[in-house]
C-alpha cells in the first residue's frame, strides 16, 4: 500500500531538508579565507599620554591583525602612524598588510585618526607572516617612548 502524500507530510519533509542543509552548512573544512582567533590574551600599557589595549590577534590566512583600543588622555588630538608601530611573529620582523587585504569589519586603526582628546579609537593593524604564529612582540612608540606587547601576557577579557 502506498503512502499518500499530503501537505502536511510535504512540510515536514521540507523543514526536515532545511534544518539538514543549515546544519550541513555550519560544519566542514575551513576555506582559504577562514580565520583564527589566538588565545594570546589581551594587554593594556601606557605610553606617554596614551593608554594602549591590544585585544585579540586573529589569523587570516598569512596575516595576523592586531586589534587595538587607543586612549588619548591629553588634551589635544593625537595622530598615529605606522611609524609608532613594529612587530615581530615567532621572532621575525613582520612587515604591513595594506587595508584592501583585510576581509573584517572591524575598522583599520590609521582610518581613525586622528585620534580626539580625551577620546579613544578601536581599530586593527595588519602585518604579513610566512608561518603559523606561536609568539609575538608589537612594540608602540610615542611621544619618545614606547611599549612592548608580547606573548606571555596573562590572559584577560578583550573589549567586544
Known amino acids: 500500500m502506498l503512502n499518500q502524500m499530503t501537505r502536511r507530510n510535504f512540510l515536514k519533509s521540507t523543514s526536515a531538508l532545511a534544518a539538514l542543509v543549515a546544519l550541513s552548512a555550519c560544519s566542514g573544512e575551513e576555506s582559504s579565507s577562514s580565520y583564527t582567533a589566538k588565545p594570546y590574551g589581551y594587554a593594556t600599557a601606557t605610553v606617554g599620554s596614551l593608554s594602549i589595549e591590544l585585544g585579540s590577534i586573529t589569523s587570516y590566512n598569512s596575516?595576523?591583525?592586531?586589534?587595538?583600543?587607543?586612549?588619548?588622555?591629553?588634551?589635544?588630538?593625537?595622530?598615529?602612524?605606522?611609524?609608532?608601530?613594529?612587530?615581530?611573529?615567532?621572532?621575525?620582523?613582520?612587515p604591513f598588510c595594506g587595508q584592501d587585504e583585510m576581509r573584517t569589519d572591524f575598522p583599520e586603526l590609521f582610518s581613525q585618526m586622528p585620534i580626539p582628546a580625551n577620546g579613544s579609537v578601536k581599530g586593527y593593524v595588519a602585518f604579513h607572516v610566512s608561518e603559523q604564529i606561536d609568539s609575538y612582540k608589537i612594540t608602540v612608540k610615542y611621544g619618545g617612548k614606547q611599549t612592548v606587547f608580547a606573548s606571555d601576557e596573562k590572559e584577560k577579557s578583550w573589549y567586544e
Open 63 to 94: 596575516v595576523e591583525e592586531c586589534r587595538f583600543r587607543i586612549t588619548n588622555n591629553s588634551t589635544a588630538p593625537i595622530t598615529l602612524t605606522k611609524d609608532n608601530f613594529t612587530a615581530q611573529f615567532n621572532g621575525k620582523d613582520a
